[in-house]
């Protein structure tokens, strides 16, 4: 059974870095058949897809994020983080961490963590 678990500061201040883990188990974040991606959902919006690293490393980044957004993966642990950079509060969502078979699919999700930005 996979299971992913986000763990990280439920708030952050204006102008900081958001930080966020996702630990994986039941499945090796090298396993080449699948993609480890973030996503996002603000209060009363739909879901964000925020950005991805694969098997081997390489990332890809949403767009509109791009300029702020950074993940990372620390392979002995079998974690996935995720950083944004200068938060504001339109970044207040729940975070969540997933595993992807495809682009835009997504088979296991995490629980999700709400982060809050404010002063």
């Known amino acids: 059974q996979v299971q992913l678990q986000e763990s990280g500061p439920g708030l952050v201040k204006p102008s900081q870095t958001l930080s966020l883990t996702c630990t994986v188990s039941g499945d090796s974040i090298t396993t080449s058949a699948y993609a480890w991606s973030w996503i996002r959902q603000p209060p009363g919006k739909g879901l964000e897809w925020m950005g991805v690293?694969?098997?081997?490393?390489?990332?890809a980044y949403s767009p509109s994020l791009k300029s702020r957004t950074s993940i990372s993966r620390d392979t002995s642990k079998n974690q996935f983080s995720l950083q944004l950079s200068s938060v504001t509060p339109e970044d207040t969502a729940v975070y969540y961490c997933a595993r992807s078979p495809g682009p835009t699919r997504v088979d296991y999700w995490g629980k999700g963590t709400l982060v809050t930005v404010s002063s």
């Open positions: 690293i694969v098997y081997d490393g390489n990332t």
